[in-house]
């Protein structure tokens, strides 16, 4: 496509920057002279995929080898297709404007079940068969990878591999397969084979499901030689590993708009909710000197004012204090902002309260997830309430007036009680504003609660337990508003429709292949947007495939049960999540890895806090 007629048809359009390329930092390589091709998919907008750090440094590890040559792709918003089919315009990359379907290897990241839509529609836009089966020889061959992909069997007949874990080294090691078997003429079967045999690749078509008389899983099969059990890959030198730069710096605002630094991968809490808190395990840090010296250096090159350290919880990295110090030495002389996320309320303190001031934020957030102790006890948030009322207290006593909180409704054993002790709280936090002494005068506080459906995991220990109805989230959500006593509590709550459509694929087995490839049929994409979403088209997907939506939200798992990721191995032990799944139920708590280890699983790759001194 011509640079004038993608001009001509961005006219059409809301924003036309989510497509045009050319960004600073972006990198164009002379086609002629590179040998694979790979177009890195990100199945939403531009403004989510480009706040996302796994593109960021795949993109740029990638390019860093002078054969590949990687490009971005987004899923155009609705406006935007609707010109490219009346146009022919097939889907394209953002650096050269060429159509997917010109690429050797075409991967998407899976952060969200309910892009999956969007997978199917960006291929289909591409020009390029839906399912694998239909996809022949050695070009578009479509892979994925990301958190999501811990049960891809929902994806397992239109992706042809599967990343399991962390990418840096795995996607790599199949790119170099890849050119080998190009090189050698091998066929798609065969190079399908010989990249099951890469620790981290999972080929879902070398793999027979069987199932029982109750629609459960039989038995999981693997054909010829595959693996009986497909291992997870990680990192495990992090100061030593990959990491850009300089990134391409968007022309428009995106989600997240600053530079991130990533400080360490996985998280010690263990809370029984969390996936990513089990799926990335082992924690592993990176050294203040090294995440100072990449910061610095992402700044530079980006301008960006503000930089993020991201990690699952920020607070609990070790060396935090001796990063702060370094990072503070040139940041506060060229007015850069280092911002602080995912912090906790039982290790803020004031001076880690005078540092976070240091960015100009009008409020804290900090995630309780639950209104009462016993069911704090019951997720394991190692969150005691008067640590939540002096973190609290410290914020308002340096000067913050908002504190937003964050709780989820439905976890297992849950009570109205419980409901009704997300407001109490609240409204303790309130008084405690107004109790304070020296409150300062003509202020008044705002308690924000952000409530969220709780959705079951794979490879948490509440992966065997029910989600609640549409009708019982539903009533809940009325018995928050009831008990809501004063205007200084801002509630709000996420729909309760996608929550429960998220819930059946995050545990659906293959036979959500053919609800997807319907609801696709059907029109459905963006789901994760309200104004995209049709709760009602999904209800007849499903009808349309024959498939019981209940049968995965509604049903409680057998411990024995085979899960459709039963094949997987994310290092975490079948044993440990249902000791902890037990611990729930008895409201019993387990201490963070620094504390104790509790023999999860994750010391088989002998890094990381795993090997620690305690």
Known sequence: MTEEKLE???????????????????????KSRVD???????????????????????????NSKDYIWCERVFAPWTDFESVMRENNIPLFALESHDPVKDFDIIGFTLQYELSYTNVLNMLDLAGIPLLSKDRKGLKNIVVAGGPCACNPEPLADF?????????????????ELYRECRDNGTNKEEF?????????????????????????????????DAPKTIKKRIIKDLDNCFYPDTFPTPFIEIVHD??????????????????AGFIYRPVREKSADVVNKQAKALCGSTGYEEISLSSLSTSDYSKLDDLLGLMFTWSENENISVSLPSLR????????????????KSGLTFAPEAGTQRLRDVINKNV?????????????????????????????????????????????IVNLFYNM????????????????TFVPKPFTPFQYEPQDSLDEVERKQKLLIESQTTKKISLSWHDSKTSILEGAFARGDRRFCSVLLEAFKLGCKFDGWGECFDFLKWQQAFKNAGVDMNFYNRRKREYDEVLPWSHLDYAVSTDFLIKENKLAHGETTTPNCREKCSNCGAACYKEGVCVEKR
Do not use: W
Request: aromatic share 10%; glycine share 10%.
């Open 8 to 30: 001509q048809l961005l006219l059409k359009v809301q924003k036309p920057g989510r497509y045009t390329g050319n960004e600073p930092g972006s990198i164009v390589k002379d």
């Open 36 to 62: 694979v091709r790979f177009a890195f998919c990100f199945p939403d907008t531009y403004e989510i995929g480009m706040s996302h750090l796994g593109i960021k440094i795949l993109y740029s590890q990638f």
């Open 159 to 175: 992706v042809d591999l599967f990343f399991l874990g962390e990418g840096e080294e795995v996607d790599l090691e199949l790119i």
């Open 192 to 224: 399908l084979k010989l990249a099951a045999k890469i620790e981290g690749v999972y080929v879902p078509s070398l793999y027979d499901i069987s199932y029982n008389d109750d629609g459960t899983i039989k038995e999981i099969t693997p054909k010829g």
């Open 258 to 275: 600053r530079a991130v630094q990533e400080v360490f991968r996985g998280c010690i809490r263990g809370c029984r909710f969390c996936q």
């Open 345 to 360: 309320v039982d290790n803020f303190s004031k001076e880690l309260l005078e540092k976070v001031k240091k960015v100009k």
């Open 384 to 428: 005691t309430e008067d640590e939540i009322m002096r973190t609290c207290l410290t914020a308002f006593q340096g000067g913050y007036n908002s504190v937003k909180l964050y709780f989820m409704l439905g976890l297992p054993t849950e009570t109205d009680d419980d409901l009704r002790g997300i407001l109490e709280l609240g409204q303790k």
């Open 437 to 452: 002494e020296n409150r300062p005068k003509g202020k008044s506080v705002n308690v924000s609660i952000s409530v969220s």
